[in-house]
């Protein structure tokens, strides 16, 4: 989804970091291989990830919605040594796909942070994980993402950060709400959860289709 013009977007793009090979390729097989490739993060915004992971340098990260893991080794780039980055997919048909490139950047980049894959519905998974975390990426089913939050706040060490993807939702989230739509309305109020929670200092941003950065104080 681009809300900006083509060719302003594309200025931005060529303006900002290059992507890592790793993605290229990652990116290259996902689109040859998996139905709906437009569910990757993409350059740009991965880009952004990765200077958000940079600025935090997270020792523990929770993603929800892993796909084919391009979000996860974006995210990846700024842990320092002995992190972990636990993913949560429900698919588990894109597990061995995204394990081998959590292999690879393991090999290539950073052999010290591990990657722990677990599948299955997250609402299920994040009450059994120890521990706290000091980044979370959402970018999993968007009728859940309420749901989402609750589960994880309590699992947040202070300081840390929630980013929260597709929170525009291809702009519908400023459009009249049809009767068949699950999404648009679980997103509305999702928003407006974020920037009313007195827990958090939210910003929501015009990347790609929408991502809001929350810190908990």
Not at 58 to 78: D, H, N, Q, W
Not at 110 to 115: D, E, L, V
Not at 159 to 168: A, M, P, T, Y
Not at 177 to 189: G, I
Request: aromatic fraction near 8%; glycine fraction near 6%.
């Amino acid at each position: 989804m681009f809300f900006l013009p083509q060719n302003l977007d594309d200025y931005i793009v060529a303006h900002s970091e290059d992507e890592p090979q790793i993605l290229q390729d990652l990116t290259r097989e996902t689109y040859q291989k998996v139905l709906q490739p437009i569910m990757l993060s993409g350059a740009y915004q991965g880009r952004v990830l990765s200077m958000i992971s940079h600025l935090k340098q997270p020792k523990r990260v929770l993603e929800l919605g892993t796909f084919t893991g391009y979000s996860a080794l974006c995210i990846a780039e700024g842990m320092p040594a002995g992190s972990e980055l636990v993913t949560i997919d429900i698919n588990e048909e894109l597990e061995d796909m995204s394990g081998r490139y959590f292999a690879r950047f393991r090999e290539s980049v950073n052999n010290s942070i591990t990657f722990t894959q677990k599948i299955g519905p997250a609402l299920d998974i994040i009450p059994k994980l120890d521990g706290k975390f000091d980044l979370v990426f959402i970018d999993a089913d968007k009728p859940n993402y309420v749901n989402y939050f609750h589960a994880i706040m309590d699992k947040m060490n202070a300081g840390g950060l929630i980013l929260s993807d597709n929170v525009l939702w291809h702009g519908k989230v400023v459009e009249s709400v049809q009767k068949k739509d699950a999404s648009t309305p679980v997103l509305l109020e999702y928003n407006k959860l974020l920037k009313e929670d007195p827990r958090l200092q939210t910003v929501l941003f015009s990347i790609r289709d929408g991502l809001t950065l929350s810190r908990v104080k």
